[in-house]
Antibody
Framework: EVQLVESGGGFVQRGGSLRLSCAAS????????MTWVRQAPGKGLEWVAS???????VSYADSVRGRFTISRDHKNSLYLQMNSLRADDTAVYYC????????????WGQGTLVTVSS | SFELTQPPSVSVSPGQTARITCSGD??????VCWYQQKAGQPPVLIIY???KRPSGIPERVSGSNSGNTATLTISGAQAMDEAEYYC???????????FGTGTKVTVL
């Protein structure tokens, strides 16, 4: 069974940093691209960043480029380093598995809440 | 920039058909997928590659995509279909994934 479990969320002051983790199990993690998607309270889904299976290519939304860094290890973990956090980064952050050929996300974690105080 | 637009809300009577549209420039040339999100839960993939259903998704859920509009159709609507629905596609020019604005479906 595919499982994705996010951790690392919490309360942080504006300008601070936080590192999110996503532990994957039930599939060959190194064979799949991965992504982070966020959802501000009461708002829609927003794609944040993606990384290829070999970690050679990363992509970012304009809203986080230069402040966030997506990475992965060779075992089973995905990361999102978030720096220079702003109030509008407050959201639930989901990790998801990417099916690149048809560009969709087939499995999602439960999410971890990041709250940035202003 | 590439954007996907959905109606904010759709209402449907039980047993009737709900249709949710997703509009974007030349959307028919792209692969579109759909997610269902119930309150307090993560999104769930319900349609991928325009028309395909993951295992466990009932046949009364279907998708289409042509021209500038993709459509999610839910036949025989049930109370369990009440949720927010999002379309999503990939923008090759920016290598960004794009979500639609979301549609809240109410069954009443």
């Amino acid at each position: 069974e595919v499982q994705l479990v996010e951790s690392g969320g919490g309360f942080v002051q504006r300008g601070g940093s936080l590192r999110l983790s996503c532990a994957a199990s039930g599939f060959s993690f190194s064979s799949y691209p991965m992504t982070w998607v966020r959802q501000a309270p009461g708002k829609g889904l927003e794609w944040v960043a993606s990384i290829t299976d070999g970690a050679s290519v990363v992509s970012y939304a304009d809203s986080v480029r230069g402040r966030f860094t997506i990475s992965r290890d060779h075992k089973n973990s995905l990361y999102l380093q978030m720096n220079s956090l702003r109030a509008d980064d407050t959201a639930v952050y989901y990790c998801a598995r990417v099916r690149a050929v048809a560009s969709y996300f087939d499995y999602w974690g439960q999410g971890t809440l990041v709250t940035v105080s202003s | 920039s590439f954007e996907l637009t959905q109606p904010p809300s759709v209402s449907v009577s039980p047993g009737q058909t709900a249709r949710i549209t997703c509009s974007g420039d030349k959307l028919g040339d792209r692969n579109v997928c759909w997610y269902q999100q119930k309150a307090g839960q993560p999104p769930v993939l319900i349609i991928y590659q325009n028309t395909k259903r993951p295992s466990g998704i009932p046949e009364r859920v279907s998708g289409s995509n042509s021209g500038n509009t993709a459509t999610l159709t839910i036949s025989g609507a049930q109370a369990m279909d009440e949720a927010e629905y999002y379309c999503q596609a990939w923008d090759s020019s920016t290598t960004n994934y794009v979500f639609g604005t979301g549609t809240k479906v109410t069954v009443l």
